[in-house]
């Protein structure tokens, strides 16, 4: 059916509210109306829609309030990234379009019949006309609202907390992953050395060093252990004293002199260092002599390796169980420089990908405040998830702190294009992004706005410049 402009393509006829085929006062809204009230609502339209017939879209969004008499409908909200979310299935008896009509704005909210549906739409005038008429039917209207509004809510947050989770999750994997490489490397090296120990060890078993071999290999053992962290050579000295040490490790007849030769180096030790043991040790066993040092002080260092990815490991464990436990709602003391400190940790992988450096300026004053409100991280994640994306390759991303009378205050700044004239009336709307399809939801912002000024009783604001924007967060010292 071809739509004429104006009216609804399944719109069939009119009718008066109070024919008694209807039976509205069989539904809640209407549930209390007199005969009288009935009939003052006077005539509406009737819209007979297939299944998968299209009630109303974003691009005609409805301007009436519809009462479904037979069928099933269902409404569906296409996301910035191309997704759809099923938000609302409506059956016979339920009522809609009074959001649009209470808020004045489009939704972009396609509803459309799963099967065939028996409407009644009562137009905007109209509908004014009924909520200023009839007090009962306004409660009902209203509270269909607002529990639509709240539901509504609950999902965008909900969507935006598993959109951040996703996000998050991404980097820690990276993040977990190259500690986690790192020590496994090191773990399967640390076992070849034990095994090549526990072979040479067998080797001097067989012929018992003496004392002065002995006294020899505790030297170069002390030695090595002091400066198994010496400073760092430039390549080319590097590759000059690993040539020095395995032209010297083949003269003497050393086995693996390639392989061991850079280790050596790395531990500090010179040829002239090693002339004891060619001078203590009898050519066939020099080679197990420096093959067991080699092998002893590398160990040691893949010992410090497995140490570090640990610690790195338990470092971001720390970091989400902080963030985790920012969602817990008693009443306890957050040190906001360590609040701030684990969500650029769980960001880190992000701010290396783009090449941008965090530049701190945290007032060393108390930082702490005492709040029973929750999802602070998520405030600093969306704030610098989005400082990130304003920022160029390489730029820069200041954090700053200071203290006011009574508050705390957080700054984050980056240097980007600026925020346009024209945006900076919506930054804080729900679904409103300047960002490409799938690169944002429209939420961040305005979810960091809600957690700021509802659940700790703060402020958010902006200043926005070409080539600085800084979004100030501003935190009662006691939310109690």
Known sequence: MQEVEGQHPYITGRASLSDPSFNLRRLRVFASLTDAELSSLGECDQMEVPADGTIFTPERPIRGYCILLEGEVVADREEHDGSV??????????CFGEVILLSGKPKSVRVYALTPCRL???GEEQFWQMMACCPTVRREVLADSAKRQYSYQAEALHREKLISLGTLAAGLMHELHNPGSAARRASSQLRENILRLQELSLHFCDQPVNERQLACMRDLQQEAIVHARCSAMSSMEQMDAEDMMTDWLERAGVQNASRIAPRLVSMGLKTEELECTRQAFSQDRLSDALNWLESLVSSIALVDVVEQSVARMSELVMAVKKFAYDDRCSL?????????????TILGHKLRQRGIEVVRHFD????????GGVALSQVWTNLLDNAIDASADGGIIEVRTWNDPDAF??????????????VRPHIFEPFFTTKPVGKGTGLGLEIAHRIVTQNFKGTLSFDSKPGRTEFQVRLPRSTS
């Open 409 to 422: 205050c957080v700054g984050i700044v980056d240097h980007g294009t600026g925020i346009p004239e024209e």
């Open 120 to 122: 009644l739409r009562i």
């Open 332 to 344: 306890r003391r957050v040190d906001m420089h360590d609040n701030i400190q684990s969500t650029l």
């Open 364 to 371: 060393a004053t108390d930082s702490g405040i005492q709040t």
């Open 85 to 94: 979310t099923r938000i609302g299935v409506g059956q016979a008896g339920d």
